[in-house]
């Protein structure tokens, strides 16, 4: 069972820096992608960005720019440098394993709150 495990959230003033690690183990088939997503008070869960086993990399557009992704899914390790923050980027942030097993299982952190003050 792979297990995934965040660090790094906590406390930002706008314009300010806040970097985002999560760790997977337990993995047995190779990771074919690695995620953040967040989700705000009230608000649906969002993909945020995405480190492919290739070694590209996604973004939504409302962190283009802002936001990197950085690692590897070959060594079940990626970070997310937020900078520029903005208050709403303030969500509970969450990383998503998805393997390359035929049933492609995700799996879930249990998410590190990130808190952007105004």
């Not at 995620?35 to 969002?46: D, L, V």
Request: glycine share 10%; proline share 3%.
């Amino acid at each position: 069972q792979v297990q995934l495990v965040e660090s790094g959230g906590g406390l930002a003033q706008a314009g300010g820096s806040l970097r985002l690690s999560c760790r997977a183990s337990g993995v047995i088939f190779r990771l074919n992608a690695i995620n953040w997503y967040r989700q705000a008070p009230g608000q649906q869960r969002e993909w945020v960005a995405r480190m492919h086993s290739s070694g590209s990399t996604n973004y939504v557009d409302s962190v283009k720019g802002r936001f990197t992704i950085s690692g590897s899914t070959a060594e079940n390790t990626v970070y997310l440098q937020m900078n520029s923050l903005k208050p709403e980027d303030t969500a509970v942030y969450y990383c998503n394993a998805v393997d390359a097993s035929p049933w492609s299982r995700n799996y879930w952190g249990q998410g590190t709150q990130v808190t952007v003050s105004s």
